[in-house]
């Protein structure tokens, strides 16, 4: 079993920035790709950016140049910085280790 946290969400004006970070615990093993995703009131959810081990990463057109993915491996933990927020981007972020999710975190940007 495999534990997710996501913390760092809130609310920030459009422009703005936040830092999300997700730390996974448990039955960890060696991870390799470490993802976010996020969805929006009424919209499926969708996936955001990923990063491997070794710092590869790929991101969504729609936060391409805006957001960085990185991580720690030591602390298996992930992040997601988000510059350039807008109020399309309010949604509840996920963090995604294999099969398993995170609880989520809020993120509302205003116009």
């Known amino acids: 079993q495999v534990q997710l946290v996501e913390s760092g969400g809130g609310l920030v004006q459009a422009g703005g920035s936040l830092r999300l970070s997700c730390a996974a615990s448990?039955?960890?093993?060696?991870?390799?790709?470490m993802a976010w995703y996020r969805q929006a009131p009424g919209k499926q959810r969708e996936w955001v950016a990923d990063i491997t081990r070794a710092g590869t990463t790929n991101y969504a057109n729609s936060v391409r140049g805006r957001f960085t993915i990185s991580r720690d491996n030591a602390k298996n933990t992930v992040y997601l910085q988000m510059n350039s927020l807008k109020p399309e981007d309010t949604a509840v972020y996920y963090c995604?280790?294999?099969?398993?999710w995170g609880q989520g975190t809020q993120v509302t940007v205003s116009s």
């Open positions: 448990g039955s960890i093993g060696t991870i390799n790709v």
């Open positions: 995604r280790v294999a099969a398993f």
